[in-house]
């Protein structure tokens, strides 16, 4: 399983565009790139899933640069109500099966 | 997508007992899994819940302490055995795989 890194923590205010980076250099040929939500006292929810290029959807938009080395999630116009803690992880979709290892995550903090 | 329900919700357990968590899954999904997380931690995956067989354990998470079960493909539980103080935690169930996995919203323990 490739390993991740994100920041540790953002701020951000209200209504600006948020990008979160994750970094994974040893990503494989297979693996698909998964962002995950989580707030206080839930659990992780699944936001958005890509390959490579963009991948958009209503909550949010996941870029991937052609050497899939890093991906980028980009949220728009962020309400208090965004903030929360953001997982980036990397995984194979061939094998269907793999377990499912967290990292650190990004802790985003939105201010009124 | 599936509903994961898990019970109780929350507890408090004096120490040296033991405490069952239950994960109940809306639908039959192949892969579940137990995580732990500390408050403001990421998850660690504790074990993967196998349907008729032994889970598999990850490193520094054994049998003996964390029992689980896994009698068919929609339900799963996790035993935390003679609790210390150190075991207080929030505990989660997540089904599916890694290109979409769904959370219980975890069992809050407080071991006293």
């Known amino acids: 399983l490739a390993k991740t890194t994100q920041p540790i923590s953002m701020d951000s205010y209200e209504g600006q565009e948020v990008n979160i980076t994750c970094s994974h250099n040893?990503?494989?040929?297979?693996?698909?790139i998964t962002w995950y939500q989580q707030f206080p006292s839930q659990g992780p929810r699944f936001i958005i899933q890509?390959?490579?290029t963009k991948v958009t959807n209503e909550v949010a938009s996941l870029f991937i640069p052609a050497d899939r080395k890093s991906s980028t999630l980009s949220l728009p116009r962020v309400s208090l109500s965004d903030t929360a803690v953001y997982y980036c992880?990397?995984?194979?979709?061939?094998?269907?099966?793999?377990?499912?290892?967290f990292g650190k995550g990004t802790r985003l903090h939105i201010l009124p | 997508s599936a509903v994961i329900s898990q019970k109780p919700s929350r507890d408090i357990c004096q120490r040296g007992t033991s405490l069952t968590i239950q994960c109940q899954v809306d639908s039959q999904v192949t892969m579940m899994f137990w995580y732990r997380q500390q408050p403001g931690q990421s998850l660690t995956l504790i074990a993967t819940?196998?349907?008729?067989?032994?889970?598999?354990?990850e490193s520094g998470f054994v049998i003996d302490k964390f029992p689980i079960s896994r009698p068919n493909l929609t339900f799963s539980t996790l035993t935390v055995s003679n609790m210390s103080p150190e075991d207080s935690s929030i505990y989660l169930c997540?089904?599916?795989?890694?290109?979409?996995?769904?959370f219980g919203q975890g069992t809050r323990l407080t071991v006293v």
């Open positions: 819940a196998n349907q008729g067989s032994e889970a598999t354990y």
């Open positions: 890509g390959y490579k």
């Open positions: 040893n990503i494989a040929t297979n693996d698909y």
């Open positions: 997540s089904a599916g795989n890694v290109n979409e996995a769904f």
């Open positions: 992880l990397v995984g194979g979709a061939l094998n269907r099966d793999d377990k499912i290892i």
